[in-house]
């Protein structure tokens, strides 16, 4: 994934106003649908709707999403081995309810027609809707306007809302609105050479009922190999002059309403429309069907402005304990609230369902979830919105039988958890960078002991926690062995850097399994129920703790750097000068062996480590890799400029922390991988909290105490966060001389401020921020300097 | 790649008699077919017939082949990636014309049907002919004798002819002969599962052309993607009782000459088929066409007497400078013969095509040629039939294009050689164990040496070598660098041993990459006119020789062993304790991350390198490091015990080396891989001269002197080999206390007899063998032991 072309940034400029609250885009810019649909769509984690337009054409790529629901498709090999999975799982494009078709004296309202003279989109972060205003003139010259509101409900998990009206303007024009329920909508064709898109399938959906009655039009359909079943339907409130029409009918991929009047000028017919989808892999065809009816009369009851004001009342409540403030960077403002508010549409009603890459927001990378679900969105959940990172890493829990049945054919202990997948199984095609990075399931025992270090949740450990944690303890310690020195090594495996992959003794591999194996042993002493339960004795135990402590670590002392893995450091380095921009990213240009044999580094993996295990560094040893790895990371991956963010900042080099942070925070809005049309990047979104809390905040927690190390750069003159830790809701705000902490719920904590403890009680505790010598500036490979946040402040004048 | 279930080898035994020049069936067993129709396969290089049974059925596979003849498919990878291959190319099997369907009064002749009163088919190695006899009883009662002799002419490269042969005995018979060429022969399906089959095509022919006149039989057709064109014709000479009636007729896919006769007891139909194949990439129909008739006007012109002559006198020829006699162990007397003679068919008439692992014999591997054909099989033709040794080098050659074009996609400098193809391009689908294999290009340059120094053919080293081994030293010295130290390394490429994979500094590479940078730099300075051609300067050359002197050979201080690459001796140990029998081959069982984190070889690798490499070791070395690999090869290839057989031979463990020569000496005799169905193991077979040549024989050559250090072991009571070299026809005697060397031709050479020199002339020179201090027997891993030559022994009471 590379950093822009020219064009994609500065070509005619960013899409998007700035503005704190709202993302707005005042002008439709048809060549840039496929990235605005990403950017406007909505989500609870359980139902996405890209922001399609509402009349469906022009589109990017339609998009209509439920969580977990796929069709399985054969994953060819070139070459048969053992352990290659032989199918995979395909997030699909279901029944599409967003639809809303206008004739207009029986011209079809289309914006590439007629004379568009006005076209505005609004996503407003605290009201949770897209709301959409048009001005429009047919080519027959007749002028209507039309305001939409669109909302996926964050209380209502099955509901969808549109509110769509239509006014004549000038002249009395005949309006017929067909709302229409779409299933197996014609999809574009992907580019099957880019490994980060889709398959997408083609007609995926049977039909097995549809209905149109006098209130209400359902579909169900199921899929073929999959075999899950999903029903969507539909019902309306319209208000409008007499006479009025109003028609229903089904098919099996259509279910329409039809309503037909005459507006006069200054006339309007507003349709409400409610939106239910249920899917199950397990029951039955008339309960699937009952569930969305039941939730459609449900959504009815609540009407159109009580969906609305439950949703600005949960989002009320989410800011509460998530709203960061940014003063002096206004860009950087819009961007944090905006990658708050995606991941909150990612993660908040998920339950027990994944935490796809992309969210629901489009279809890249098949819909599966990764790593970075647990290392970059989780932590953000866990301090802001801590029941839907517990909802995530239940959803691991429920898969824990097929991660441990994946370990035993493999031939390993414990639980091996699938680098991609949907619904639990292994759907990598390519081992050497799936199967074994296997660091992810040191990941997830990570994201569970900083979830309960957050909130104290016993009952989650006990129920959840403990079998995770000791499951991957239990593949640690097979996948590692003593060497004839003692020394405990983990040979054969892929950090994070997926441009080096199956190396020795991985630093980040070995710190965060170091930890796993610790935590293992420590849940095994606390819960001896439990750890009987799962067969795990005291010589087991001792075992993973003779592991951890002898946990080999390489470091070269020649150059005084931690090599990335073993032998790293030897590598020939890559040839940067001679690289040219048009050949990022290097994995599309460059053949994997010859990454591989080089330094060269895709993305943060041993500075990951400076950020995620840095109790196992000096300061000094900190400046020293973050400056060698700087030169050698060219950020192929959105997952790396979040973590060279946070580094930079504790290394002292503010400004570049800022840089780094304006790619992470700016990935979708600005498209700076040119790839946002497949949808967001949510790790990467994430990461504009985590550049602010964890880097110009300095705060580190989940092994033991919270620290903070507040520090801003030249370009933010104020920053405040707040967050909920173990009960307290805390708000902090720094600025260049001083950080306030403030307790704004809760019984109070202690926290470290800059090494120095602090204990927060109702009194907020104000502390100067300490004088830092400024160290120098690292080098990064030529052309892979992170873009200057004096864009983002060029961008300020575009403002209000 | 296993060796055998106890049922293959010991089941109801072996399927050959042992003879000395014979490979003998006296019954037909068609339970065996599929491995009998790879041992009696007949070929000339250019042009092969499976043994499949004169009427075609029963069969294993049907199979005949042309060298190079193959259609494309596409290559379907999981995930893409820059420089995958997007298409293969896989052998097929084209128009069959050794069909000859028999009616005994309306009685198809089938084995499975009547009576087999008496079957025996013989495979005669001296005179190039498989011979076939059976009397049959048909289900009305009525009995022939049918004699079958088939040949593919060694001088005749685009013919092959059959003499049938069919004789009433007890009654009169109506018979009926159906002499026929069938194209798109419906093939078994294959086991998708194992990566050593092959993807089979159907229908893959597209007639362009069928013709049937008086004296002839034409069909005519090309391939559907790769656009090849190919005909094969037939003209037959019948002698037999009038009233005799002769059709000759054809269709799309069948060209049919049908012979009707009627025979009293005592007569004889004899049907002599002259067979005539033609293929091209490029020529016209009508050339093809034209070929094809001409070459079967030139074979009938010199008749089925005539072509057995020259058979017997190319073959005469061949043995005179490539038998060698083994006694005291007759099964490996037959085994040898057979292997030379398989080798020979593989290679003799490829003439500028490549030498396919299986030859000519079955479809495995998808008919591609690998590193064995330079490795294993060129060694043994360049000593014995050096002229098939120069030509598949200058098919290399001419391939050298492709390489270096391969090499820019790669981003190398120089040739990269493709891991397997049939025509050339990369057709690997894994590139860990394919295109990362970078060592093929060494021993491609490797084979070049060895060579010249064995022909001293200067004009081959300007026209052929030069540019081989030039492009190849190119391509090491952009893979490889200095690194801080100075040290040469050469990191991210893959050994022979394929449960490694992607190592950093494998011995047997670096070593072999040395050898290939000295030679080329040396080569710059003797042709400076070809160096200038290629724009090699003298900065170039010394960078070569830099390299060499810097390069990296790392050495485990601790243990006192060579590790087969960096890191690899502190990996873990595979648990052999605990691997059943049916676990192997491991790769069928287990991950490939799995193999390739611990110390289990799949076949010699470090071992290799004291065979090809033996200069950089002492003799110590070679015995500690032998033994340290013995106990970690699995021999899951059947590329591993030759070498083991080698290099145990040359640390004085004798009976281990007849073992493992054993081993790879009947590997398709007794099917001990379980697959000799799919083709015979071309380079296994060479071993069977390589273990008793460069084995007991002691030779070494190629990098300065010939030397020998012949030992025999307690099995093997006299052994005779015979070898070409700089023009020397050369014979060497050995018996357990002294050797003759003695030239048969040429004007004599220096020699090195257990390191004496030794100036050989007209006199024979008889030498003693020094005496042995017998080392320690080493330890193989559980249940991977070599069978005892006991096993062989047994065998011998079944002589005579």
């Given amino acids: 994934m590379t950093p822009p072309p020219e064009s994609a940034l500065d070509g005619d400029g960013p899409v998007f106003l700035v503005e704190p609250w709202t993302v707005r885009e005042n002008e439709l810019r048809i060549d840039r649908l496929p990235q605005t649909e990403s950017v406007f769509a909505l989500s609870n984690g359980h139902l996405g709707l890209r922001g399609n337009l509402d009349e469906g054409e022009p589109h990017g790529i339609p998009g209509t999403y439920l969580n977990s629901f796929f069709e399985q498709r054969p994953l060819p090999h070139a070459e048969a081995a053992y352990g290659n999975p032989e199918s995979s799982q395909t997030v699909i494009n279901v029944t599409n309810g967003k639809l809303i078709r206008l004739l207009v004296d029986d011209e079809p309202f289309d914006v590439r027609y007629g004379r568009l003279k006005h ?47 239509v006014e004549a303007v000038d002249e009395p024009v005949r309006i017929v609105v067909q709302s229409e329920l779409v299933a197996n909508e014609e999809l574009p ?41 999903m029903a969507a339907g539909m019902a309306h409130t319209i208000t409008g002059p007499d006479p009025m029409s109003v028609e229903n009918e089904s098919s099996q991929d259509v279910g329409r309403t039809t309503i037909a009047t005459r507006l006069e000028p200054g006339e309007k017919l507003c349709v409400m429309k409610f ?14 069907h009952d569930q ?47 990658a708050l508010f995606q991941v909150l549409q990612a993660g908040a009603r998920a339950e027990r369902r994944m935490i796809p890459s992309k969210g629901l927001s489009g279809p890249g990378y098949d819909g599966h979830t990764f790593w970075d679900a647990e290392t970059f969105v989780l932590p953000v959940l866990t301090y802001t919105h801590p029941d839907a990172a517990a909802d995530a890493l239940a959803w691991r829990h429920m898969t824990l039988p097929l991660a441990c049945e994946r370990a035993r054919q493999l031939g390993l202990a414990g639980a091996a958890f699938p680098w991609r997948t949907i619904r639990g199984q292994e759907c990598s095609g390519y081992w050497p960078a799936g199967t074994a990075a296997f660091h992810l399931n040191a990941d997830i025992a990570d994201a569970v002991i900083r979830y309960v270090d957050a909130t104290e949740d016993t009952r989650f450990e006990r129920e959840i926690g403990f079998d995770l944690v000791i499951q991957t303890a239990r593949l640690w310690r097979g996948l590692g062995h003593h060497d004839v020195g003692g020394v405990y090594r983990i040979d054969g495996v892929t950090g994070p850097d997926e441009y080096s992959a199956v190396v020795d003794n991985n630093v980040y591999t070995n710190l965060m399994a170091r930890r796993n194996l610790q935590e293992a042993a420590r849940l095994a002493m606390e819960y001896p129920d439990l750890a009987e339960g799962l067969g795990v004795d005291a010589e087991e135990a001792a075992s993973w ?3 951890a402590a002898a946990m080999f670590i390489p470091y070269d002392e020649r150059i005084g750097v931690h090599p990335q893995a073993e032998n790293f450091t030897n590598h020939a380095p890559w040839d940067f000068a001679n690289t040219a921009e048009a050949d990022y990213p290097l994995l599309m240009n460059f053949p994997y062996f010859d990454l591989y044999r080089r330094q060269v580094v895709k993305q943060a993996d041993l500075v990951l480590a400076l950020h995620l295990c840095g109790d196992a560094f000096t300061a000094e ?23 060279q963010a946070v580094v930079a900042a504790e290394v002292g080099l503010l400004d570049l922390a800022h840089d780094y942070l304006g790619e992470t ?13 497949d949808g967001l990047h949510i790790a990467a979104l994430a990461g504009a909290w985590s550049g602010l809390v964890a880097g110009f905040g300095g705060m580190r927690a989940g092994t033991g105490s919270l620290r903070f190390a507040p520090r801003l750069p030249g370009g933010i003159s104020r920053l405040v966060f707040r967050l909920r830790y173990r009960g307290n809701r805390l708000r902090v705000t720094v600025t260049h001389d001083s950080v306030k902490y403030e307790l704004l719920e809760g019984s109070g904590l202690k926290l470290l401020h800059h090494g120095e403890p602090v204990t927060l009680g109702d009194t907020p505790a104000e502390l100067p921020v300490p004088d830092l010598a400024p160290p120098q500036e690292p080098v990064q490979p030529a052309g892979r300097a992170p873009l200057a946040r004096r864009v983002a402040q060029r961008g300020d004048t575009r403002q209000d």
Same sequence: chains 1, 2.
Avoid at 294 to 308: F, K, M, N, S, V
Avoid at 621 to 642: I, N
């Fill in 119 to 165: 076209h505005e989109r609004v996503l407003d972060m605290r009201a949770g809707t897209l709301t959409r205003q048009v001005e429009w003139t047919s080519p027959a010259g007749r002028t209507v306007r039309i305001t939409s509101v669109r909302m996926v409900s964050l209380r209502q998990r099955a509901i969808a809302a549109i509110r769509y009206e």
């Fill in 189 to 229: 064709e992907q580019d099957a050479s880019d490994p980060r898109g889709t398959a997408s399938l083609r007609s995926p959906l049977l039909c097995e009922e549809h209905m149109a009655n006098g209130s209400k039009v359902l579909l169900l359909h199921r899929t073929r190999a999959s075999n899950l079943r």
């Fill in 275 to 288: 939106l239910a989808y249920g899917w199950s892999s397990q029951r039955s065809r008339p309960a699937v």
């Fill in 292 to 338: 969305v009816v039941a939730a459609l009369a449900a959504a009815r009851q609540t009407g159109w402005e009580g969906l609305l004001a439950e949703q600005r009342d949960y989002l009320d409540e989410f800011w509460r304990g998530a709203d960061v403030e940014v003063e002096g960077d206004a860009e950087l403002q819009q961007a944090v609230r905006f």
């Fill in 545 to 547: 703790r003779d592991a």
């Fill in 621 to 643: 040893q900190k400046a020293r890799d973050f400056a060698y790895y700087e030169a050698l990371t060219v950020r192929d991956s959105s997952l790396s400029a979040q973590t």
């Fill in 665 to 677: 925070s700016l990935v979708d809005l600005h498209d700076l991988y040119g790839n946002t049309r």
